[in-house]
């Protein structure tokens, strides 16, 4: 690197600047995440909520995690879910994008007003809609889908099993996230040089050899980063699935790890095994996000 | 334009002294402490929440600021704030089955050195009950309500149908009234709180206390017997969701405004729920919206038949209040709980349809159909177990899971227990 050993050592002012960010940091999630580790070796109740000490156990909770069937379909059904979701909003998003870079300006205009919207819009007023639209009474979804010939979808109960239950979740969770992956994404769209396309085009590259041979290596830095906070997002699901369960099953069967953990919590009273479940999501959180730091780590290395 | 201004300075100078005096002066001259008082859900009518905040003022002359809880949140925003010295309510109403779970946690203050002046012994025992812990009272009953069946008078009468009066009867009558597009009795699959009636009926219970212990008691003979005859009854009388537990199943008996036909035959709801009971006609007040007014000619009431007739017993509603014990208006809390256990108070709870706390004051309830049910069923009814973890219990959903499970068809014997052990890891806190 060109940097003078001279300046290197007298430039302190870089590390200055950082301490405000990382002591609110520290501040803000760290006290958080050092009480939960702490609650987590401990049994505490409703008793400990109301001043009573509490015991600590140490990995006991853990233990008992580990033997616990539901959670780990919980965990295995979380999973699939926020792969799924993620990948799907990852690839409506970017033909999204796509299409915005394609098409001239009015329709792109209408089409990021649209997409503006729909990101903008309260989690809760949202929510409600997508449960009228998927009202197995008066829903708009069954009422057009029964007026396809031979499709008798009348009183259909989208959110009595959980499959159909999951797809719902799914598509509302995608909606809510496209928006976010595809302005990122054309954005990223927007930084490929025409030069190059035009160069591949006059190599005779047709329009697929193109996004996979050179956009996309292109916005690979964005898509990565992306798709990793879609992944995370996805994980930590809680509204969207709270909400529907309020619509329709109160059941373990129609658990994230978000609910799973509320209900563990704060509506059984269970707070040091909740904080042992936590603290086991930001364990598969660093561990399903460990592709992109490696890649981070390896682009720091050459 | 010069006097304008002179003008406009001393005008704005005398509202910023009078606006700094008027702050001065206020706390001062209202001189009372001011309290929070947390409600779930919209169970109190406004004409009581007014009387409540007029007569602290009064008493008091602290201002009363009643805070409305949903019925879903409240037990997680109780648990949090409750320990909370900072942030709890001052006095909260509690669900009549949460009541032993706080109460053994020591989330309340001690109300034995009130409960005489309050009402003592014609405070409702087993409400009561819920909120004692070794023979001192902490949350004392607030209203009580029941649930009892609303019935199409014109769809029975068109069946050849008559009121049952024994449970096995109102099981064939609800099953004979089941059409393609009409429960003949309409409710939830995981809708255990009314479901438990058949339990109850059937000599079953959820849980009991074994010495010092207390156990689940789903695979009980009795109780299986019960939730037998409630999976039958919801395949062959039930068209709700097998996933639905906390509905408005008065919605089902109202004509639906497209069929001009209802969903529902009958249904079980509280005492209140005739309110929304009615032939439809569009508000006079507001012609956007429609009211349903109650009519004879085609509703009707009665009461759930036990298994030998009679009446069965069903899940008791109802609400406690306590005051908090991080609370630091304790004073104050006591003046609100006094407010509430008078004599007027206790009958506005009756004239409103609320069971009154002072069982002296029962007969405000008045003799019309819905009082005479209400009465009548109340009388009979049971409460959840008293254990220090049913609010974990219910809390958890384990009630809904299984009751919809059996519901939905599964092998009774073998999911009762699945779930008492389930059960038996939370009953006992």
């Excluded at chain 1, 042992?276 to 660093?286: D, F, G």
Aim: hydrophobic share 45%.
């Amino acid at each position: 690197m060109t940097v003078t050993a001279d300046r290197r050592r007298t430039n302190r002012s870089p590390y200055l600047l950082l301490i405000p960010a990382v002591g609110i940091l520290v501040i803000g999630m760290g006290y958080p995440l050092v009480w939960q580790v702490v609650t987590s070796m401990q049994e505490y109740g409703l008793q400990q909520q109301f001043g009573k000490p509490a015991p600590f156990v140490l990995f006991d909770n853990y233990l008992a995690l580990a033997g616990n069937a539901d959670l780990w379909a919980v965990v295995a059904r979380s999973i699939a879910f926020c792969l799924l979701t993620a990948v799907a909003t990852l690839a409506v998003g970017l033909l999204l994008a796509l299409l915005m870079s394609a098409v001239g300006r009015a329709p792109r205009i209408i089409l990021q007003i649209a997409l503006l919207l729909a990101w903008s819009m309260p989690v809760v007023a949202a929510m409600t809609v997508w449960i009228w639209l998927f009202d197995r009474r008066r829903g708009a979804v069954n009422y057009l889908l029964d007026l396809v010939p031979g499709v008798e979808m009348n009183r259909f109960n989208w959110l009595e099993s959980p499959t159909t239950f999951f797809i719902v979740a799914s598509v509302i969770v995608i909606w809510m996230s496209v928006p976010f992956v595809a302005f990122s994404s054309y954005a990223g769209l927007t930084q490929v040089s025409d030069e190059v396309l035009e160069a591949a085009q006059l190599d005779g590259a047709n329009g697929r050899q193109r996004f996979f041979g050179i956009i996309l290596p292109m916005i690979k830095p964005v898509i990565a980063i992306v798709f990793l906070l879609q992944i995370i997002w996805d994980l930590r699901v809680f509204t969207q699935i709270t909400m529907l369960q309020d619509a329709g099953s109160k059941s373990g069967d129609f658990d994230l790890l978000g609910t799973y953990i509320y209900k563990l919590g704060t509506k059984s009273q269970d707070f040091g095994m909740a904080s042992a479940v936590s603290i086991l999501v930001l364990a598969i959180t660093i561990v399903l996000s460990w592709f992109y730091i490696r890649s981070l780590l390896k682009e720091d290395e050459s | 334009m010069r006097r304008r201004i002179i003008v406009v300075a001393a005008a704005t100078a005398a509202a910023l002294v009078l606006a700094g005096c008027s702050s001065a002066d206020s706390p001062e001259e209202s001189g009372g402490t001011d309290i929070t008082l947390w409600l779930n859900g919209g169970d109190t009518p406004d004409e009581l929440r007014d009387y409540l905040t007029s007569e602290y003022e009064d008493a008091t002359g602290g201002t009363l600021t009643i805070e409305e809880q949903s019925w879903t949140d409240a037990l997680a925003k109780l648990t949090t704030a409750l320990p909370d010295a900072d942030n709890t309510p001052d006095v909260v109403e509690i669900g009549n089955t949460w009541a032993p779970t706080f109460t053994y946690a020591g989330a309340f203050t001690d109300l034995s050195d009130m409960y005489d002046e309050l009402g003592g012994d014609a405070l409702l025992p087993s409400f009561v009950e819920v909120g004692s812990v070794d023979g001192a009272e902490y949350a004392l009953p607030y209203y009580f309500g029941s649930r009892y069946m609303f019935y199409r008078k014109d769809v029975w009468e068109k069946a050849g149908v008559t009121v049952p009066t024994t449970l096995t009867e109102f099981n064939e009558t609800a099953a004979a009234l089941k059409t393609d597009d009409q429960s003949g009795f309409y409710f939830g699959g995981e809708d255990w709180r009314n479901g438990v009636s058949w339990v109850f009926a059937n000599g079953g219970e959820l849980a009991v206390k074994d010495g010092d212990e207390w156990k689940s008691t789903l695979s009980d003979p009795n109780t299986v017997t019960g939730l037998e005859q409630l999976q039958t009854l919801f395949a062959d009388a039930s068209l709700a969701p097998v996933t639905e537990s906390d509905s408005t199943p008065w919605v089902n008996l109202n004509n639906n405004e497209t069929t001009g036909a209802p969903e529902a035959a009958t249904i079980i709801a509280p005492g209140w729920a005739h309110w929304s009971i009615g032939d439809a006609a569009p508000d006079p007040e507001d012609p956007t919206k429609v009211v349903n007014t109650w009519n004879d000619a085609v509703f009707g009431t009665f009461v759930l038949p036990g298994v030998d007739g009679g009446v069965a017993p069903v899940f008791a509603g109802g609400s406690n209040i306590a005051i908090s014990a991080a609370s630091k208006n304790q004073e104050s809390s006591k003046e609100l709980l006094k407010i509430v256990f008078s004599d007027e108070y206790q009958k506005m709870l009756g004239e409103n349809g609320l069971g009154p706390a002072n069982l002296d004051f029962a007969s405000s309830l008045g003799d019309d159909q819905f009082a005479t049910a209400l009465i009548e069923s109340a009388a009979e009814s049971k409460l959840t177990p008293a254990a220090p973890g049913w609010a974990a219990v219910e809390g958890s959903g384990l009630l809904e899971e299984f009751f919809g499970k059996v519901n939905g068809g599964g092998d009774v014997e073998e999911l009762a227990t699945e779930y008492d052990a389930k059960i038996d890891e939370l009953i006992n806190g």
